[in-house]
């Protein structure tokens, strides 16, 4: 059977399932799980069309890979066909930890970080599939001598970003956010081990960096996306709570676990990880919609509100909120739960913060290899664009409150 | 409120609401819910980004109705406000009634065409929350005095079908399928009371069939996704027989209770629409994951084989399969099964045919309308292209059989 | 020097410049010379942004040449380093024959036939400038053994239509032409020494065969495209019989050179080649708005007719124009002269021919590689176009008068 | 005669002519023109494809206008019909007063600034064809108590600049150079008379300026653009000094008019309008070609350098050049030019400085109106962004030498 497919991406035409075992770890019910976890949570209550799952974007990032590396053969980087495909099978299974609604619930239905899980089930299919993952775990863990590998999985500069920056703007239709992705790929060098922008790729990055502070506020960071996310997270931290309490509620038995226990034991993963593995979106879908006429009135208000799209007011400001703002706002929700006394207010005044820095030096930095063969930092190899500016974490505070009454 | 919003659309660039009642439609729970019904089924096992909504599409449909209305505006055709809004909301409404999985699960999962839904749907709408739905009702049902209202929400060149190729053909990434849609609306015009194009227009008509013709054979009835589709048709079926025996089932209420019911009154829509539109695509993935462990052993192989993604063998041909033919496939099946003998053999082989006509008299022609005034059957007007040739079905009979010993 | 250079192009993103002698002959002035021919001479008169040039369609084709050998080879046809540079060098030069506005002037300004001339010009390369350019003239001239490389450079299905096509209509705007050249060329295939594409390609080339049905009628023979370049046929012939009769005429030396000739011996290249080298679009009009005040009334009237667009009437029809249809016309030319007694009403009268067949079986037929490894011809394998009806040419007999009085 | 007419443009896909006015002076001789003035002068020898010309480009802003009035009127500002086609015909004209190779030329080849001479040939129009335009006028020459109409035909956001990055990034194929136009005139409004940009529209500017800039770096001033725009500029300089002092030189009667004049008398229209409305790239071009063989060896040189592309060796520095830099080129240039004593050294070495802000404060800041209602400058409103850093002019100082023996 001839495995070398070939696969229609509406974002770069085709992509090519680069060898055998790739095409396999593809195959896998694991990573085919990520066909049902969409990439971007609840963003398409606000940009439609941004439906797209991690399925499609972790083989875009597996495409951009195997152009990276192309490239820095072809300017002498020496590279093992092991270490293409141990690369590719990193950035492959990046993601293949993530639960039902990627980021929007990381920590929150099932009390683990993504990477913890991706890591611990690329460990499981070293065992169960292919000996060769091995490779692939030490490049995604940063234990490969040759950091750029690394570097290209995870860092300020690796396809992952170039992937969904790329993606993510295509898919909601923020056009702005587009990136050279080609053009930076093909300015990528590796120099003391490091992976560094060919000089004149310089502007190509000033500009990445702007389109990727432009996709956090206008995407990522949306206000309505940012409501209707924590009217996500109360919703399954209420289930819990009840599912916790012995109540009663719809769920898939996969689901059902998860609800059922406040901590894991990571280190016993064949009590949980069966059932993980059979999450995504759709369980949470359906339970939402039977929990909109549940006796829990907290939990059924917040599950008709999301599902219809009435989505709790939000207000972003730069510093914190202060007493009288939060005292304000609570009346206001007391007075809108007037009619359903049971609810619980703390259900529907949340109070957060967001904080994203354009540029953040503790990845590291994105080195530049100017023409004399030097390294330097983009923050001071930009003559002009303002770095060090970009890099501090803008900080906005969050509150999202019931704004209409019942 | 500002209702007059616009929505960011990756293939038109921007969609504007036009207005208010339109707005609140959308905003409606019934209309919501084709956030969560995949356009394509399951084309995505073959397309991975062809992951879009009925949402999306039915935005799109709107948003080509307005640009279609103020070319025929502006050659001096007579359109009221009020007939513009209704055309609107006919095509904003057309597929309201789509039940999960869209056109791969019509008819077998609730017992009816999506078509008599939607005029449910919209007559209940119509008390409701507008009266004014009744005019698009007209329009929707062609009764309607100008005709050409009904034919661009209904008819060969209908703002349904410039959108859906449009749009499956971005999705899906076969560039190849796109059209000419903003050129064919600039040459729309009526005569007669008739939709037309206009002489000027005729290759990109030509081009119109062309390209739904390759878009049927390359992705609506590719291969692959006609085997899921039929695994899946053959699951609901399965899961039917099994509720209807009395059988204990995972399933969302909604879902239950259409799967306890072979037939639907449907003159007592009170007791099933709302069961109905409470239905997406994750009350049947989040049952399908779970039946992949039942008890009964042809639904759960045939589950597992559809998440797994392990799917049927399928042949097309042109003339029937013959009993030797037939035959063979039994036989294979019956070894494949060797290790499941509880396993019913019907469900594991299939038989079925796919027809499909570039271009179909039946719905009415595409009227040209000629420089001289007179209007002709692009069928006739095309001076070289055999439209006869092409307006026959193209009938292919199909087999799947379940292929790999389990 | 670093000669593997990488050129931005709008169409593909980057073009990579494959080797040394590529380069160098792409800085040869010879070939610097296409940049100053448009590809599609007039054209841009009714699509304003269609000015691209013989040297970006160039680069194109090269660069689809290199994906097509690379899918090639990937499926074991054997392809040495020198036939791959042969075969990209062929299709390199294959137009650097072409003169001043392409097509439109061919074998009217100079009387030559471009191929003839790039023959001529490829075999001078060789000597003066390396003498591998010799196995790409092989191939050029279908002397090669490998005749599928001929195919790519010339054939039903060579990367120059493939290119062409595409950047045509991606330049004009009509989006309709566009073909899905990626997915045709990674259909490619080689079998009993011929160029083939596989079965499941059928679909694209029944597309690209409709495209450029569409690109010839609404691009190269559009109606307004046609009077212009008959007008500009009607100039430089009036030019040629004033020069050689003895007329002054402004003109830089080279065309100055050509007008003055009636006829050219092709064997003494040496002669006649260093003047055409010199020619390019801004020969003819910095001469044509020159000649807009010359005392020759035919003459000047043609010119600034053209320069200002005020073109000729031109209608097309399927059979012969009757006597009567011709002196119809002739009468209202004669009257638009009144004001214009020395004008010679021949040159305001044209009458000509266009011919076009979507898939033309001399040039030998698109070859289908079916599963079962048998080729057959696409106007049988295609289970429903009917090519035979595509391949009769289309003949439209065309007259161009002037319709204004002046 | 329907003047309405549909034009083609692969950057918006279908511009209309907005009314029979626009059409008349599209259609006059002096518009054209500007089909044979490229945009971009001689950028395509680094961006082929980068050949488009003035013509598409007014055509483009004229579409922008169009949609940023509507924008404006649809949020009750009060725009006459009048005044609509005056801005549109003001946009149309604005770069009606380029002569050959725009920008490259400007102020040496005829010593006048384009803004100048579209002033005067708008006003010869206004009597010749239209006395509407003077409405236009008063526009362009902020005349008119709207503001911001002329805002939106010169300003730091005007529909000049967002077509121009628009269509300069899609043709050059700098992919990084797009900006979304659309979004940005979606955020337009009036405030106080000033033309302002809706907060929410605060990122898309933040894009907009950065891309403008890397445009600047990346297009506009690449160095060998710049080296070979110098070379233009030297032959220009040589011929003229050469005409004025008695030379015989090829060139076209109007190309010849004005490189026998070194001062023009403004007041004299009409002495020397007639010979500028005739000029285009092909003059300069085909005069280039000839002189390749001029007698004057400093001449010859230049052009047959520029013609074959060996161009200038060029260096960008912060600094000014030190004597001693100074002195080490100028001896490169006399070995260089050894065998060629007569040529003049410094048309061989040439010194220059180009200076570039992204954002500049001169042409008045951009405004962002607050949701507050209030009016503030982007350099304070961006949050993040340092504007106050990017609006100090870059400036870079170039020096240019002949670098090879001849």
Not at 90 to 104: E, M, R, T, V
Not at 211 to 225: A, D, E, F, G, P
Request: net charge neutral.
């Amino acid at each position: 059977m001839n495995k070398k497919k070939i696969v229609n991406d509406p974002v770069y035409g085709f992509i090519t399932i680069p060898d055998e075992l790739i095409f396999d770890l593809i195959q896998h019910p694991w990573f085919q799980r990520l066909r049902r976890i969409q990439q971007l949570g609840l963003s398409n209550l606000v940009y439609p069309s941004a439906v797209h799952t991690r399925f499609q974007h972790t083989l875009g990032a597996v495409h951009l890979m195997g152009l990276a590396l192309e490239v820095l053969r072809s300017k002498g980087i020496d590279i093992t066909d092991e270490e293409k495909q141990a690369a590719s099978i990193a950035i492959l299974l990046h993601d293949i930890g993530h639960g039902p609604f990627s980021h929007a619930l990381e920590n929150i239905l099932v009390p683990l970080h993504h990477e913890q899980v991706s890591d611990l089930m690329m460990k499981a299919l070293c065992h169960s599939v292919d000996d060769r993952i091995r490779l692939a775990l030490e490049i995604f863990n940063d234990q490969h001598p040759k950091r750029y590998l690394h570097q290209l999985v995870s860092g300020q500069l690796d396809v992952d970003r170039l992937d969904y920056l790329n993606r993510d703007s295509f898919f909601t239709g923020v056009a702005e956010g587009v990136i050279g992705y080609d053009r930076i790929i093909k300015m990528l060098n590796v120099k003391d081990g490091l992976l560094a922008i060919e000089e004149k790729g310089i502007y190509s990055i000033e500009k990445f960096i702007i389109s990727r502070r432009l996709m956090y506020w206008q995407v990522y960071l949306h206000k309505t996306v940012v409501s209707a996310e924590q009217m996500l997270i109360q919703i399954i931290r209420r289930a819990k709570e009840l599912a916790q309490s012995g109540e009663s509620l719809f769920a898939t038995p996969a689901l059902q676990y998860f609800l059922m226990r406040s901590e894991l034991d990571l280190s016993e993963r064949s009590a949980w990880l069966p059932h993980f593995v059979l999450l995504d979106d759709s369980d949470v879908y359906s339970a939402i919609k039977v929990w909109q006429s549940h006796p829990d009135t907290t939990l059924s208000l917040l599950c008709r509100h999301l599902m219809n799209r009435i989505l709790f007011k939000v207000e972003f400001q730069k510093s914190m909120f202060t007493p009288s703002q939060k005292e304000e706002k609570r009346k206001r929700v007391s007075q809108n739960l007037f009619n359903h006394k049971e609810a619980i207010p703390n259900y529907f005044l949340l109070e957060n913060s967001t904080s994203n820095s354009a540029y953040s030096k503790q990845t590291g930095p994105i080195w530049i290899l100017l023409k004399s063969g030097e390294l330097r930092d983009i923050a001071e190899a930009s003559d002009q664009l303002n770095i060090s500016v970009l890099s501090e974490p803008v900080i906005k505070h969050v509150m999202c409150w019931l704004d209409q009454p019942l």
